[in-house]
């Protein structure tokens, strides 16, 4: 598929059948990837649920400075991730993981996610729970794209509820982008 992101950049990424979106880059995405920049210090970024890797291989062509993890259940997936990012030369800086995979005395400055909010509710707020109290504290933030209909409004919600000060940033067509900031 190809990618294009809006500053004009255009790779092509590799998919395939059993992953998520392999026909074209999936909306919510693309509406995350116009809403937002990675901020140019760098630091650690994460994309959670990173898929064949259009948001975290985004995040390392746009913060050359940083350091990328992609994080990601799926084997064909992580598989698929790690080629593109190798293709494009970004191999050194994009570490792609599997959700156990993580350095625990790493901190996140920046978390980056289309969530996969078909996993369910409950499961949904377990990894979000897990991945959020890894913020930097004080200063880390997630941006998230959810689909109006598929509950942003109620995930902002809980969000704030469970401590993380959550602000809707932008509205995209049916998607909402939220900022979640790291809870004290
Ligand atoms: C909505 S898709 C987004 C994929 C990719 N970021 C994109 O934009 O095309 C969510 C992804 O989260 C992955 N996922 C589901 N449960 C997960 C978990 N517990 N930890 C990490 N990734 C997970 C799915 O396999 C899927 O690839």
């Given at each position: 598929v190809e990618l294009v992101l809006p500053e004009g950049t255009v790779v092509r990424l590799l998919t395939d059948r059993g992953t998520f979106s392999p026909d074209h880059i999936d909306e919510g995405t693309k509406a995350l990837l116009a809403h937002g920049q990675p901020?140019?210090?760098?630091g650690t970024l994460v994309d959670l649920g990173a898929g064949y890797g259009p948001i975290a291989i985004a995040l390392a062509m746009r913060a050359p400075a940083a350091e990328v993890w992609a994080v990601e259940v799926n084997q064909r997936a992580r598989e698929l991730c790690e080629r593109n990012a190798r293709t494009l030369g970004l191999g050194e800086r994009l570490t792609v993981i599997d959700p156990d995979g993580w350095p625990d005395l790493t901190t996140i400055d920046e978390l980056w996610s289309n969530p996969?909010?078909?996993?369910g509710k409950a499961a949904l707020h377990d990894l979000l729970t897990r991945w959020l109290d890894?913020?930097?504290?004080?200063t880390g933030r997630a941006y998230l794209v959810v689909q109006k209909h598929l509950g942003a409004d109620s995930l902002a919600r809980w969000l704030t509820d469970q401590?993380?000060?959550?602000?809707?940033?932008a509205r995209r067509g049916a998607y909402r982008i939220l900022q979640v900031e790291a809870r004290p």
């Amino acid at each position: 598929v190809e990618l294009v992101l809006p500053e004009g950049t255009v790779v092509r990424l590799l998919t395939d059948r059993g992953t998520f979106s392999p026909d074209h880059i999936d909306e919510g995405t693309k509406a995350l990837l116009a809403h937002g920049q990675p901020s140019p210090r760098g630091g650690t970024l994460v994309d959670l649920g990173a898929g064949y890797g259009p948001i975290a291989i985004a995040l390392a062509m746009r913060a050359p400075a940083a350091e990328v993890w992609a994080v990601e259940v799926n084997q064909r997936a992580r598989e698929l991730c790690e080629r593109n990012a190798r293709t494009l030369g970004l191999g050194e800086r994009l570490t792609v993981i599997d959700p156990d995979g993580w350095p625990d005395l790493t901190t996140i400055d920046e978390l980056w996610s289309n969530p996969p909010i078909r996993i369910g509710k409950a499961a949904l707020h377990d990894l979000l729970t897990r991945w959020l109290d890894r913020l930097t504290p004080a200063t880390g933030r997630a941006y998230l794209v959810v689909q109006k209909h598929l509950g942003a409004d109620s995930l902002a919600r809980w969000l704030t509820d469970q401590g993380w000060p959550t602000t809707r940033l932008a509205r995209r067509g049916a998607y909402r982008i939220l900022q979640v900031e790291a809870r004290p």
